[in-house]
């Protein structure tokens, strides 16, 4: 049904590897699997993995999973229509933590379960700014700290006198 995957270092201090669950239903075949990518598990990712942090992804994806049969119908839609641009769907952003796989494209990769071979590419849009813009910034911050360094140094010699 579906692959989990956790962030590595959730069994810490037993283990730092990345570590994938598989969800499996009982009797039937499986057309589709359910990819399922864990950025934070709601803990800080240490040693002793005991401290909670604010991001948690969890929850997030046993919703997606009870939901699996809508998303399903969703992914189809994005796919498609990506595919009616003109381009193949692997190539556009696709935004979200889960993701699915056909079974044929499970066994064309060797039943390679790694959430990562089967996740459409995502593709952040950087902002850039001119060169010389840039350039007449870090001045300004230049000027500005040799202003503060030379107040220090005038700051020092008054109080030596």
């Known amino acids: 049904e579906a692959v989990l995957s956790l962030p590595g270092g959730v069994f810490q201090p037993y283990s730092g590897v990345k570590t994938s669950v598989l969800l499996f239903r009982k009797g039937g075949t499986t057309e589709r699997v359910m990819f399922l990518h864990a950025d934070n598990d709601g803990y800080k990712l240490d ?5 909670p942090i604010d991001e948690d992804d969890l929850p997030g994806l046993v919703a997606a999973f009870q939901d699996r049969t809508e998303l399903a119908k ?14 193949n769907p692997e190539t556009k952003e696709w935004a979200e933590q889960w993701w699915f796989a056909t079974a044929e494209d499970i066994k064309a990769n060797d039943y390679n379960l790694s959430a990562g071979r089967y996740r459409p590419l995502s593709q952040v849009q950087a902002e850039h700014r001119d060169p010389r813009e840039l350039l ?11 202003a503060e360094v030379e107040a220090l140094k005038v700051s020092l010699s008054e109080n030596r006198l």
């Not at 969703?74 to 381009?87: K, L, N």
């Not at 007449?136 to 040799?146: K, N, R, S, Y």
């Open 47 to 51: 040693a002793r993995h005991d401290a």
């Open 74 to 87: 969703h992914w189809a839609q994005w796919q498609s229509r990506h595919s009616r641009e003109g381009g």
């Open 136 to 146: 007449d910034e870090l001045a300004a911050i230049e000027a500005e700290i040799l």
